[in-house]
């Protein structure tokens, strides 16, 4: 299974993804937001641990290079609003339970919490949940759903935030026309 | 009875597309004109989300769970968003009940749908005006080409219509402005398919503004349309029909009025007003006149129609036929493939355009491309570009490395869909309930319209065409895509008050004209006597301009 088609599917399952230019959600189905029907599970906030955990997560996907991480432009924030707001209650229990899985599983694989190991052994456990988690031979775990969630949330939220949109990418709120083709001049345009 | 602030030459009914147009000509040409639109009012300017970027949207702009929940249809379909919602109508106030799946986009303001509109406009040609005849669907129209087509002219130079002409007499080419341009990838398919199939592939024709005219535009290439355009950079009523209405000092517009029923005179044999609801107090009145234009949308000016019941139409304004309300289409679309390509990696694009490119059809145009499958046919609308950091979202990778992958421009791909005809079938319905009312105290609406063999046959080769064009051009991962179509979910309803030659199988005739009412037009939506496979709204415009020339000069005879 090709990267894309995979993108494709999970966009579907998700219920949600970003919407490109006008023809696109025509064609993936890109949008759409079935309402489920109402779990037991109600909005529930994230505790402080939860947050911390998703800091560190968020980091190890999008770290501090020559431009921001991910938690220096608000991508978190933006995540648990998404997860409280506009997730159905079904995806919402699947982050939350799924969360708790993650946290279950690496409490008994090193015996220590997640925040407690060295950004080394963070790093190797999320490298090794990102691999399963895209991996479509794999059945897909609590953790897993957790992670897919996470991960989709944490990169909308970096590229779309202010300071990725407009310092790092190519900001170009009004072009004033089209240039059909270019050379690639090496910034990449931040405005779909 | 007739109280003179009631009394007009003309009253239209909507704001929309169509009813813009019927308010300029009308206007134009010396009638005084009531407008009377349901929904509120809304100006040129009022675009509460035009210059918002994602990151100035609670949530991206997805709505939330408490939004939704007022919108449990219409986000089955992947159009209303934080972006556009001050523009579409809650399900939960303008319900409406479905015997199958109907997505139904309601957006009744000022402007109506054509704030939110799609703006890809192509004529039909004698191969669409001819098709019922020729194969037996549905009734013949009572027009041709020859007769629209000065009138195709008229309201392209007005409305501003970006493309190319290609020559083909399938696909009548217009008064363009100058076409946008297709990017490198786009031209690579385009030439591929030209030559190893004989398909055509062209710049969407849009009506979007290459050049500015009167103060209009131009497009300045930043594809939120959507929205609203403070540059109006793109044709809506709000940019431009009816500021022209009004110019002319003859306009009278009432936002907040909806039209509960048209009034019959037995004596006279017309039509002489309107009964009126105003959509906030509730309070009802009448308006009168000579000559009324029914452009409610196609669903809302049919309702009209079939509950201006009286002892001479007890079915229903104009209903003789029985056909009022029945023979609803749409296109059905979303079947079509996508793929990647690995060169012009050192290319890109600069501005967001805001149309994809156009496939014309290239099946059932003559013997040789006669599929023994389906009738009728389909064109392709898609895009071409370079996919973006979106497709880290749902891909393996992590750290410095993903990061940087994803701040550079991925792979070409081209996505497309057909947009394909469905048929005119006379059990494709909307129906009034009339022992249910609404708040405004009209009649629950009933949806009741589904695609069938034809189609299902039809997409089963929009797909594999599709997936064929991106093979010779040298795509690879190329998937075919398709979903269960839902009739409305295009957003070209059409049909359900059709034109026809015989009053006793239609209710239009060849002017837009109710057969046995003859000063009531209808010329929106409704009017379609079959659907084609292009975009409909340009088609409104010309047949409403039409219809009006055609009014004006029966008043002024006396004939009307």
Known sequence: MKRRDFIIQNAKRFGYTVCGASVMPLIHGCGTQKSSSPSQLNSTPFNTHEEQTLNVIADIILPKTETPSATEVGTIEFLMTFVE??????????????????????????????????????????????????????????????????????????????????????????????IHCMPYDGKVMSLN | MINNDHTFDAIVVGSGISGGWAAKELCEKGLKTLVLER?????????????????DMPNQGK???????????????????????HFVLKDTEHNYEEKTRFDWTQGNQVGG????????????????????????????????????APWYDYVERFTGISGEKLGLSYLPDGQFQKPWELRCIESHLRDAIKDKLNRYLTIGRVANLTEAIEGRGPCQARNRCKRGCPFMGYFSSITATLPAAAATGNMTLLANYLVDSIIYDDKTEKAIGVKVVNQLTLETDEYYAKVIFLNASTLNSTAIMLNSRSE???????????????????????????????????????????????????????????????????????????????????????????????????????????????????????TLDHTRKDKWGQPIKIMDAKCRDNEFNMRKDMKESAAEMLEVAGFKNITMQDSHPVVGAAIHEMGTARMGRDPKTSVLNAYNQVHAVKNVYVTDGACMTSGGCQNPSITYMALTARAVDHAVTALKNNTL
Request: charged share 20%; aromatic share 14%.
């Open chain 2, 113 to 148: 749908r054509s704030i939110l509109w799609g703006r890809q406009c192509y004529r039909m040609s004698d191969l669409d005006f001819t098709a019922n005849k020729q194969d037996g669907h549905g009734v013949d129209w009572p027009i041709r080409y020859a007769d629209i």
């Open chain 1, 85 to 178: 707001q506009v997730f159905t209650p079904n995806q919402r229990q699947d982050f939350f339970t799924g969360l708790t899985s993650f946290r279950d599983n690496v409490q008994m694989q090193t015996k220590r919490d997640f925040l407690d190991l060295t950004l080394n052994e963070q790093t190797q456990i999320i490298n090794t949940l990102d691999i399963s988690s895209f991996d479509h031979n794999q059945s897909t775990t609590p953790a897993n759903m957790f992670y897919q969630h996470a991960k989709r949330l944490t990169v909308l939220g970096y590229y779309q935030s202010e300071t990725i949109g407009e310092t790092v990418l190519n900001y170009d709120p009004i072009p004033g026309g089209f």
């Open chain 2, 39 to 55: 929904g509120r009012d809304v100006k040129h300017g009022d675009y509460p989300t035009a210059m918002k970027d994602p990151w």
């Open chain 2, 63 to 85: 709505l939330t769970q408490d939004e939704i929940a007022h919108y449990p249809k219409q986000t089955r379909a992947p159009f209303v968003s934080g972006y556009n919602k």
């Open chain 2, 312 to 430: 001479r139409f007890p079915n229903g304004l104009g209903n003789d036929s029985g056909q009022l309300g029945r023979n609803l289409m749409d296109h059905h679309f979303r079947a079509g493939a996508r793929g990647d390509h690995e060169g012009y990696r050192d290319q890109y694009y600069k501005g967001r355009r805001p149309t994809g490119f156009y496939i014309p059809r290239f099946r059932n145009l003559n013997a040789s491309t006669q599929r023994k499958d389906y009738l009728r046919g389909f064109g392709y609308q898609g895009i071409g570009k370079r996919a973006n950091w979106n497709a880290g979202t749902g891909a393996p990778g992590i750290g410095a490395h993903f990061k940087d992958q994803l701040t550079e421009p991925g792979d070409w791909y081209i996505g497309m869909t057909g947009f394909g005809e469905i048929l005119p079938y006379e059990n494709n319905t909307i």
